[in-house]
Structure formats: C-alpha cells, structure tokens
C-alpha cells in the first residue's frame, strides 16, 4: 500500500513530563574503532544489552513514546531513544530490544532517509535507514520521531528555513508513516526559542536535547556512549545524576577526577 500524501495535523497539548523518567540517549550500535568514530557515538551490542539488563534486573519498568507522553513516568520508569537513525538501530538494535522487549523511539532525518552520515567531517559516513526499514522499525514496536530534515542545527537559522528542517520535514516523514511526528530531538541537542517554538507550532508534543533542557520542548536526556563502564552507566542513572553533569560541564577541571574515579572503557583503534 502507497503511504498517503497528506496528512492532517493534530496539535495537542504538550507532554505532561513533571514525573521525569529516565530518558537514555544512544546513537549507533555496532563496534566502532576510535578513529572511525571519533564522537563515541556507537554502543557494541553487547553493552546495550548490559546497560538494559541493569535496569530490567532491578526493576525498571520501559516506556513507550505515547505512555512517556501522557505522563507514565515515575523514579524507575525509562525512556530508550536513539538519534540519527543508523541502519544498525534497524539491523542490530531492533531484533536486540525485542528479545528484551524494551521499546524504543528512533529520531530520524526525514530527507536523508536511504541515505549516509555526513555531517560530522570526522565519523567515517554511516548508512542511514531507508524508508521501508522506517516502517519495520514502526511494526516491530518501534516509535518513529523527527531528528529534523537533514542534521543542520537549528539555533539562529532563518524562518524559511526552520520550516524546512521542521513542518516540511515532518510533513515528509508522515508520507512515510501515515502518522504526523508527535516527538522531535535537535540535531547535536542544539536548540534556541525561535527553534524550540516552532517545533511547538509544527504540532510535536515533546522535543529533547541533550544536557541543557528548557521545558517540554527541550527535555534534557542522559547521553550513552562507547566510553562508558558498567560502573558510569550505574551512575548515569542516579536521580542526581544530571546536576552532577551540570556541575562538571560548569567547572572543567571535575571532569578528570570524575573520570579517574569511575574509569573510562577502552577502545580499539
């Protein structure tokens, strides 16, 4: 069946995020040497396995994008998103998080979709997911969210072209999917008042950044990547966590002894 052409678009209120779940950023999955992915960006299979194993075996409960959004949060509820949407959320995260069933939502670039990673000069480009792969993320339990049309960040861009990284590339996305995007996640976590209101005006429910949040259209996430140990993944999920990061982003000359405290993992290459 051919994806409609149009779509209509509801505007609901924002998301009812005041019970703050634990929202895990990750990017790829797959094993990735330090010079091909310079930015830590990908997770290996088995580490995702271990960070979800942590919180299942104690008792954390997944969420989905719409129970995240009408409010089903609480101190032991988590959120799994992945941004950019590469080929190995489809190839290797899905079958993963099934197995678990732990859902998920992928952000994706509407207008790169089949396409490659070339938006940071130093990560080796990566395959992106198609629009067919789209759909088999959506019926294999996935959620489906905007990541924007093609990476550009969006602090201080013009009207016209915020509408195209925004309503147009919402609009694009919900020919794929049939479904208008009700969850959106900045490029680079980059975000500023013109961006975040006109994600607002676009009918998105929900955006997400990265460390800086600024209300429910940028809900600030905890950031997983390649370098983390067991012992700083555990840490990532304390509630004091993100105050904590604040703190060290704040005054740079924490971050070494908090790294020499909680070990940072080794890579290849």
Same mark, same amino acid.
């Given at each position: 069946?051919?994806?409609? *052409?149009?779509?209509?678009?509801?505007?609901?209120?924002?998301?009812?995020?005041?019970?703050?779940?634990? &929202?895990?950023?990750?990017?790829?999955?797959?094993?990735?040497?330090?010079?091909?992915? /310079?930015?830590?960006?990908?997770?290996?299979?088995?580490?995702?396995?271990?960070?979800?194993?942590?919180?299942?075996?104690?008792?954390?409960?997944?969420?989905?994008?719409?129970?995240?959004?009408?409010?089903?949060?609480?101190?032991?509820? +988590?959120?799994? *998103?992945?941004?950019?949407?590469?080929?190995?959320?489809?190839?290797?995260?899905? $079958?993963?998080?099934?197995?678990?069933?732990?859902?998920?939502?992928?952000?994706?670039?509407?207008?790169?979709?089949?396409?490659?990673?070339?938006?940071?000069?130093?990560?080796?480009?990566? /395959?992106?997911?198609? #629009?067919?792969?789209?759909? %088999?993320?959506?019926?294999?339990? +996935?959620?489906?969210?905007?990541?924007?049309?093609?990476?550009?960040?969006? /602090?201080?861009?013009?009207?016209?072209?915020?509408?195209?990284?925004?309503?147009?590339? %919402?609009?694009?996305?919900?020919?794929?999917?049939?479904?208008? /995007?009700?969850?959106? #996640?900045?490029?680079?976590?980059?975000?500023?008042?013109?961006?975040?209101?006109?994600? %607002?005006?676009?009918?998105?429910?929900?955006?997400? #950044? *990265?460390?800086?949040?600024?209300?429910?259209?940028?809900?600030?996430?905890?950031? &997983?990547?390649?370098?983390?140990?067991?012992?700083? +993944?555990?840490?990532?999920?304390?509630?004091?966590? $993100?105050?904590?990061?604040?703190?060290?982003?704040?005054?740079?000359?924490?971050?070494?002894?908090?790294?020499?405290?909680?070990?940072?993992?080794?890579?290849?290459?």
């Amino acid at each position: 069946m051919n994806p409609p *052409t149009t779509v209509d678009v509801i505007r609901p209120r924002p998301a009812r995020v005041g019970a703050k779940p634990l &929202v895990l950023m990750y990017h790829g999955v797959g094993r990735r040497g330090a010079q091909q992915d /310079p930015y830590n960006l990908f997770v290996s299979p088995d580490e995702l396995r271990g960070h979800l194993g942590y919180l299942l075996g104690r008792g954390w409960q997944p969420l989905t994008m719409d129970e995240y959004l009408f409010g089903a949060g609480g101190p032991r509820r +988590f959120l799994v *998103t992945f941004d950019d949407g590469y080929l190995s959320v489809h190839d290797v995260a899905l $079958p993963l998080l099934n197995e678990l069933r732990v859902p998920a939502t992928v952000f994706v670039c509407s207008g790169l979709l089949g396409g490659w990673s070339h938006w940071m000069p130093d990560l080796a480009p990566e /395959p992106l997911i198609s #629009a067919e792969q789209v759909l %088999a993320l959506r019926d294999g339990g +996935f959620d489906i969210g905007l990541h924007g049309w093609d990476h550009t960040l969006l /602090p201080g861009l013009p009207a016209d072209q915020l509408h195209r990284q925004i309503w147009l590339a %919402a609009q694009r996305l919900a020919g794929v999917t049939g479904q208008w /995007p009700l969850a959106f #996640a900045y490029p680079s976590g980059a975000h500023d008042a013109a961006s975040r209101a006109a994600v %607002a005006a676009a009918g998105m429910r929900v955006a997400f #950044a *990265t460390h800086c949040g600024a209300g429910p259209f940028a809900v600030a996430r905890v950031d &997983v990547n390649s370098t983390d140990t067991s012992r700083s +993944f555990r840490l990532k999920t304390v509630r004091g966590y $993100p105050v904590l990061r604040r703190a060290v982003g704040a005054l740079p000359g924490l971050r070494p002894a908090l790294h020499a405290m909680i070990g940072v993992a080794r890579r290849e290459p």
